[in-house]
């Protein structure tokens, strides 16, 4: 095919879709590694299975991924790695699932992070999504369940979404494959850069906590230099967090600090032989 | 790069800063998450129009969550999948082993003649690992066929959390979590699924209690067992209309007793070894969505009929060998396998069970699937009917119910047996997969041990009351 063809059709829908590849379980040589996190029973699952082709039992109730799945697609001669997280509602926990959904945003540093909230009950889903927006900058909103919404007779404003969140925002219903053309190509944007995300951060804080903050902030950047999320994980040994502890403690955070691959590969082993 | 003593500084000014930033830091992070999540929901969600008068959800939920209809209603569906099951799953078994058991038997055995197998290769082949595969499938295959794609269905609209919100009080009045009920109705599609699925609970202690007990829910190897079973002793004791509806009856009797067995281990461990009081957890009632029947149907085949068939078949052949071997070895007169029922027959025909069941249960143990099928054989073998089978160790043809029946009979099974073959193979040891599972999850060999063989002890303590109670009336 000519490159004047090939520009021609990359605009049009059919063809974008028409970019993907699912790869199911071979993950080999990825380019991009893609988080998917979210509340339970949100549908993570069902997107993980359209984007990959695999098919990880779904089912209708919480709790149902209770480890990792992992998988992999490639779109637009680009390959992605595809983790499944377990559902949570807060990354502050320490059941297992939570803390393996938790170690993976923060130690496997995702290319793109994903998350998949709930339409209807927006406003709890949210709760988690500013978490994650704390640890991790590169994210794509997936406003799933838009077909249950509609019937529930809510509207959901994506446009205002994007703006507060600071991230892009695809409205999926993931079961019915509606959206998840949008969401692909979304994602590709932010894991290729051509979307920036400038993502909320929480600026309600008091004076005092902000001090703490800071002066901790900067002690952790001098002993982990590059160290992404310091501020999160400032405030975290404030709150003092046994897992984060640990991590200063034994020097496991200066993994994250000294990574320089792009793709996420090293600090995605030591997760592995952590789990 | 850090060194322990910076790591350790970190450290120490954080905890020096706790002090100054207070206690309530946690609480004030939430509050402000919690705002931001209100502010920025609120702005973007609005509500055209006046919300639906009729709401189908809580409609349902209020009749199957409500405190007289809940438990009927749980029931009722239960003994509906049994029945469908039973009532399906009899005609293409029986079609299934005319053609492995009748045609294509036949039909190997005559192409290792041609090609002049010796006598024990072609037992071992043919009569030991091909015919316990063909009795596998033709056993599990129909049942699994209707039974997955069921439950697939009930657990795709969203049934399950219904189920475990009804059993929470009784999950609490034993000291566990309420989450349990989700592990277990996990466990009655595979055990070792429901050990791994007790992650969702925060506790350890919480989390040995759901662990231990898993083997109480009837999993995939199990339930094929428990309808034959159910079908040849306790539904030919009613008239022919009711026999399904009778078998049905019994092993959702079987399922209850599991269900109390669960309660029971749970409210005994969370006040002796494992004491402690229960935590509070918050369950979501996920909206019923209607469930995608093709898209359900195809996958449950597929992943869970077909790969749980493949593990039943990929057991079931060593297993055969182990079986034709035994049966053939002769170490004096009789055989090995002869041998080993008569040692076990005593201790066996003492609890109401058999030396054959037992010892179908230890060449059984890495995987439930094959227990009917070695119990038919060493049956024929310890009896040595005549006219089946065409000699020592073969998996004979039995092309209906009605033949395996009278094998059983003639082997000196009663009701009693059957009953108490029912109860064994709800209370023995887990899977060899789900012992493995138990250990990776748990990381202790004692829990594992405690796991593996409490079920046993109870099984045969259980089977032993409920023999001397039956011989007594």
């Given at each position: 095919m000519s490159s004047t063809h090939a520009t021609e059709c990359a605009t049009c829908p059919a063809y974008r879709i028409a970019n993907l590849t699912k790869l199911g379980v071979d993950m080999a040589n990825h380019d991009f590694v893609v988080g998917l996190a979210g509340n339970p029973n949100t549908g993570k699952s069902t997107v993980f299975n359209s984007l990959t082709g695999l098919r990880q039992h779904t089912g209708n109730w919480p709790g149902k991924t209770v480890s990792r799945a992992e998988g992999a697609f490639s779109y637009e001669g680009k390959r992605y790695k595809i983790v499944d997280l377990p559902g949570t509602?807060?990354?502050?926990?320490?059941?297992t699932d939570e803390e393996i959904a938790r170690d993976f945003l923060l130690f496997g540093q995702p290319d793109v992070t994903v998350i998949v909230v709930d339409a209807s009950r927006l406003e709890r889903n949210l709760n988690l999504a500013l978490q994650v927006l704390e640890i991790t900058d590169r994210v794509v909103l997936c406003l799933n369940l838009m077909d249950e919404t509609r019937r529930r007779g809510l509207q959901v404003d994506d446009r205002s979404l994007a703006r507060d969140l600071g991230v892009p925002v695809v409205p999926t219903s993931a079961r019915q494959g509606e959206g998840i053309p949008a969401l692909l190509s979304t994602l590709a944007d932010v894991a290729n850069g051509r979307i920036v995300c400038r993502p909320h951060r929480l600026k309600s804080e008091p004076a005092g906590l902000k001090r703490a903050v800071e002066q901790l902030t900067g002690q952790l950047l001098a002993a982990f230099p590059g160290l992404p999320n310091a501020r999160w994980v400032a405030l975290r040994l404030l709150e003092g967090d046994p897992r984060i502890v640990e991590a200063v403690q034994t020097g496991e955070l200066s993994n994250l600090a000294g990574r320089v691959t792009p793709d996420g590969s090293r600090a995605l082993n030591i997760i592995q032989e952590a789990v | 790069m850090s060194t322990p003593s910076t790591g350790q500084e970190i450290l120490n000014t954080a905890s020096k800063l706790r002090w100054d930033v207070g206690s309530n830091i946690h609480d004030s992070l939430m509050e402000a998450l919690y705002a931001d999540a209100a502010r920025i929901a609120d702005k973007a969600v609005t509500r055209a129009?006046?919300?639906?008068?009729?709401?189908l959800d809580r409609t349902i939920d209020r009749l199957v969550t409500s405190r007289w209809a809940g438990f009927p209603i749980m029931l009722g569906l239960l003994a509906l999948v049994m029945w469908l099951t039973i009532a399906g799953a009899n005609v293409p078994s029986s079609l299934l082993a005319s053609l492995l058991l009748d045609q294509v038997h036949p039909a190997l055995r005559n192409v290792a003649a041609v090609l002049h197998f010796p006598w024990w290769l072609s037992g071992l082949l043919i009569d030991g690992m091909y015919l316990a595969m063909a009795w596998v499938v033709s056993v599990m295959l129909p049942p699994m066929a209707i039974f997955f794609p069921l439950f697939t269905l009930a657990e795709d609209f969203g049934y399950l959390p219904r189920v475990a919100f009804n059993l929470d009080r009784f999950f609490k009045k034993a000291g566990a979590h309420g989450k349990q009920a989700l592990t277990m109705s996990m466990g009655y599609g595979c055990n070792a699924a429901g050990v791994v699925s007790a992650r969702v609970i925060d506790s350890p202690r919480e989390r040995l209690i759901a662990i231990i007990p898993t083997n109480f829910a009837i999993c995939n190897g199990r339930w094929p067992t428990q309808i034959l079973i159910a079908t040849i002793f306790i539904g030919s004791l009613a008239a022919p209309h009711w026999a399904g509806l009778v078998s049905a009856a019994a092993v959702v009797g079987i399922v209850l007793m599991g269900i109390g067995f669960t309660f029971l281990v749970s409210w005994v461990l969370s006040r002796t070894w494992l004491k402690g009081e229960a935590s509070a957890f918050s369950l979501e009632l996920p909206p019923y969505r209607p469930p995608r029947i093709l898209q359900t149907i195809y996958t449950s085949l597929i992943d869970r009929t077909l790969i749980v068939l493949w593990r039943a078949v990929i057991f079931a052949v060593p297993a055969g060998a182990v079986i034709w071997l035994i049966s053939n070895i002769k170490v004096g007169q009789p055989s090995v396998a002869e041998h080993l029922i008569q040692w076990f027959d005593p201790v066996a025909l003492f609890i109401g069970l058999n030396g054959v069941i037992l010892l179908a249960y230890i060449i059984a143990i890495p995987a439930n699937e094959i227990v009917i099928p070695t119990v038919l054989m060493l049956t024929v073998l310890n009896t040595k009917m005549a006219g089946l089978g065409s000699g020592a160790g073969v998996m004979f043809e039995l092309d209906s119910i009605d033949a395996t029946a009278n094998v059983l009979r003639a082997g000196g099974w009663t009701v009693l047996t059957g009953v108490n073959l029912m109860i064994f193979s709800l209370l023995h040891n887990p899977c060899s997969t789900t012992i493995y599972t138990i250990y990776k999850e748990t990381r202790s060999a004692k829990w594992t041990t405690v796991a593996t063989l409490m079920p046993v002890a109870l099984g045969i303590l259980v089977c032993f009351l409920v023999a001397q109670l039956w011989r007594a009336l």
């Open positions: 509602y807060s990354l502050l926990s320490t059941s | 129009g006046e919300q639906p008068r009729f709401d």
